[in-house]
């Protein structure tokens, strides 16, 4: 069975210090798909980024950067220099490899909220 | 490009009736997915298709809750009879079939009373 688990619930920083979010997931799969998704307080899912089990090469995107572990099955993400526009819930989450005959259902950790304070 | 809709955005009713929750996945998409989140639960997968079939529903609470896809534009989630405890925000996401992306639509919130 495949789990995640985002063990900071809530995260509280004020404008502009760097902020690390963890995420770590637990599967059988050789080949995995990992995501994570910001939810806004305007409730929309919005996706961030994907990252296959195979390509372990750190992401940047702007502020944003993930680092992917296998080793310690972990999937992290830093948000630098933080914004207010960045408080919002984020998600965590895991697929198993794809089928053409079968979905890849997401299960998601349970999301941790980070409060941007000005 | 439209992503996916879903209507309505925001539903209210009393306890007993029928809720028909709506989704149109984004043009060219062949996966429809059907999620459900709750404060207690978080996001939890009801059900998906892959061209329109039902590939696994096993997440569907129970027999009050159906869903149908009757083309690749369309997909309905109904809940008969509402109760109290089904209360929650309704994902649909949809996502091509050999792509490994699922793309949410903006939800809807539903409160039974």
């Known amino acids: 069975a495949q789990k995640v688990t985002q063990a900071q619930t809530e995260i509280s920083v004020v404008e502009k210090e760097d902020v690390t979010l963890d995420c770590v997931y637990e599967?059988?799969?050789?080949?995995?798909?990992l995501f994570w998704y910001k939810q806004p307080p305007s409730g929309e899912l919005v996706f961030l980024i994907r990252r296959n089990s195979f390509d372990e090469q750190n992401e940047i995107s702007g502020r944003y950067s993930w680092n992917f572990q296998k080793s310690t099955s972990s999937f992290n993400f830093t948000i630098t220099a933080s914004q207010v526009v960045d408080s919002a819930v984020y998600f965590c989450?895991?697929?198993?490899?794809?089928?053409?005959?079968?979905?890849?259902?997401?299960?998601f950790g349970g999301g941790t909220r980070l409060m941007v304070k000005p | 490009d439209a992503g996916v809709i879903q209507s309505p955005r925001h539903e209210v009713t009393e306890m007993g009736q029928e809720v028909t929750l709506r989704c149109k996945p984004i043009?060219?998409?062949?996966?429809l997915f059907w999620y459900r989140q709750t404060m207690m639960r978080g996001l939890e997968l009801l059900i998906y298709f892959n061209n329109n079939v039902p590939i696994d529903d096993s997440g569907m609470p129970e027999d009050r809750f159906s869903a149908k896809m009757p083309n690749a534009s369309f997909s309905t989630l109904k809940i008969q009879p509402s109760e109290p405890r089904d209360s929650a925000v309704y994902f649909c996401?949809?996502?091509?079939?050999?792509?490994?992306?699922?793309?949410f639509g903006p939800g809807t919130r539903l409160l039974v009373l």
């Open positions: 996401a949809s996502r091509k079939i050999g792509g490994e992306t699922q793309y």
């Open positions: 599967t059988r799969d050789t080949t995995y798909y």
């Open positions: 043009s060219g998409h062949n996966s």
């Open positions: 989450a895991l697929s198993e490899a794809l089928d053409n005959n079968a979905g890849n259902m997401l299960t």
